[in-house]
């Protein structure tokens, strides 16, 4: 990407990432106290995803940071090597091992994750995402921010801390979370239609104002204020030496130490594997449709986990919610993710002490909104109606994640898929590609073969986005007897892309052939299902 291009949506992306920094800031303070690490080091990772991984990353609207996925393995891992310095050492290691991945290209096995998984992999944040802040919502802060995993630290478990919640409800912090949850959608669905300003100012920084304002009207009020441990916990340095104390960095002592290498390549793989998800994630809730560069973004994750590691951070990985929540706010390039890491890091060093007035509760209602549009009601429908092999692995994955954490309900969802094509699939699914230049003019034909499944999804997408400007491609579909949604989806996709770039699509199927398909997805619903 250009470097003009960066500024060219930049009064899309400043107010979007506003909104992302507010979303970040409790989950980067969270993830380090559910990690057992020191506060600051969540907000380095936080700022070093941002500014680092965000100039480096292919992806537009992705948005980086500590991960809660790692909270776990953390915790473990900083007790088991012998403190937090060497601890440090394995995050390092861990990036440089990243690097290796990057350059052996193994970002391809992000394009072999079903679609069904994918959107279950959505929902399933989006609903845990909504029952982890019930709690914080109501003035309930036992468990902090960004512990996703059903089984809390707090000795709770998700729906257990919701009951605690209730009997122990803050009457101050609930006030100003329904006040602020009022603000944001009356900006959504009223006034942001009505005006420019609206846009430029997102509900998310109102909110978060009148939450300030709300702490220092009430404080000292017995009922209605709100009490220090229901606020956003910034660390607060008196100097500039205190603030430059609290950066740690590796000891790399330790190095010969093989339990060090051992944490580096659990938390490179896992970082990995949670980065490409959350790349074919966003990649499908990208309204542009953008594919992002797999390979460029382990590259990207693993100098960021080098930084992040020689300065004290924790590891960091490509993450859903702060994703979604900058593609909800309208960011629309990758300086949105750029500016929510400076935010960060200016706020942290000029006003830590006013970030220590916003209520965690007005924070909860933000995410509130992030969850839900996540995870709609109406995506179950959709799910259902395209038939067992997508609603199966769809619904396990989306079970695994509530009930488990991410990567188990990711796991099982994916092994739901590869049963449920195992069972469809009796014949090898491959495809072939041939060129045609007679008459000087620049043809393709692409004919599907007999099975086409998602594992096809990787050389399909490779194939069609290598196509030239002013091509004639034919696609041929008459000897497909099954073709996977996923593969249809990424047709659906192209067909956007080849009319910016003057690609014309000639559909040969059974039932005749047209002519640049208004629909692919419509086209296959109506095809007669063959056995």
């Known amino acids: 990407m250009n470097n003009p291009n960066l500024f060219k949506n930049f009064k899309a992306d400043i107010p979007a990432s506003i909104v992302v920094f507010f979303v970040a800031l409790p989950l980067c303070l969270g993830i380090a106290l559910a990690s057992g690490a020191p506060l600051f080091s969540g907000l380095i990772s936080g700022i070093v995803g941002g500014i680092v991984v965000g100039a480096m990353s292919g992806s537009q609207i992705g948005v980086s940071g500590p991960a809660a996925g790692l909270a776990a393995i953390v915790l473990t891992a900083i007790g088991a090597l012998g403190g937090y310095q060497n601890f440090l050492l394995a995050v390092v290691l861990g990036g440089v091992i990243q690097l290796a991945f990057g350059f052996l290209k ?27 802040q019930i709690p914080h919502f109501f003035g309930y802060d036992a468990n902090p921010e960004g ?149 460029r973004e382990l590259l990207a994750q693993g100098t960021g986990n080098i930084i992040s590691g020689l300065i004290g951070g924790l590891p960091i990985t490509q993450v859903i919610v702060r994703s979604s929540a900058n593609i909800q706010s309208g960011g629309k390039s990758k300086m949105a993710a750029i500016l929510h890491g400076f935010l960060l890091l200016i706020s942290v060093i000029l006003i830590p002490k006013l970030l220590n007035k916003i209520p965690l509760s007005v924070l909860a209602a933000i995410l509130l909104i992030v969850g839900y549009k996540l995870a709609k009601p109406g995506l179950f429908k959709t799910m259902y109606r395209l038939g067992w092999k997508q609603f199966v692995p769809f619904i396990v994955t989306v079970t695994g994640i509530v009930f488990t954490d991410l990567l ?94 003057n690609i014309d699509i000639q559909l040969i199927s059974e039932r005749g052939t047209i002519e640049n398909p208004d629909s ?10 063959s056995a």
């Open 147 to 295: 512990d996703f995993a059903f089984f809390q630290i707090d000795g709770e478990n998700t729906f257990s801390g919701i009951l605690s919640a209730i009997n122990a409800i803050s009457p101050g912090a609930t006030l100003i979370a329904v006040i602020g949850l009022g603000i944001l959608l009356l900006w959504s669905n009223v006034l942001s239609k009505k005006g420019k300003v609206f846009k430029l100012i997102q509900g998310p920084l109102v909110a978060v104002a009148v939450g300030i304002i709300y702490f220092v009207v009430t404080a000292g009020n017995s009922t209605w204020g709100i009490s220090s441990e229901h606020l956003v916990s910034v660390p607060v340095p008196e100097d500039a030496s205190s603030f430059l104390a609290q950066f740690s960095f590796p000891n790399f002592g330790v190095i010969t130490n093989p339990q060090i290498w051992v944490t580096a390549f659990t938390i490179a793989l896992v970082a990995s594997l949670e980065t490409l998800l959350c790349v074919e994630a966003t990649d499908k809730l990208d309204p542009r449709k953008r594919v992002t560069p797999t390979n």
């Open 408 to 501: 188990v309900g990711i796991g099982l969802g994916l092994s739901v898929g590869v049963v449920v094509i195992l069972i469809k699939s009796f014949q090898n699914s491959h495809f072939l590609h041939i060129e045609d230049k007679s008459n000087g003019k620049h043809k393709i034909k692409m004919t599907l073969a007999e099975e086409v499944t998602f594992f096809n999804k990787g050389a399909i997408l490779k194939e069609l986005d290598s196509l030239p400007r002013d091509t004639y491609l034919e696609l041929d579909v008459r000897k497909t007897r099954y073709l996977d949604n996923d593969i249809v989806e990424i047709l659906e996709d192209f067909s956007e892309k080849a009319r910016n770039r």
């Open 520 to 529: 692919f997805i419509q086209f296959f619903k109506l095809r007669p299902k």
């Open 106 to 132: 193994a970002g391809i096995i992000g394009y072999y994750f079903p679609s069904s998984v994918i959107k279950g992999m959505l929902t399933g944040i989006g609903i845990i995402i909504i029952l982890k």
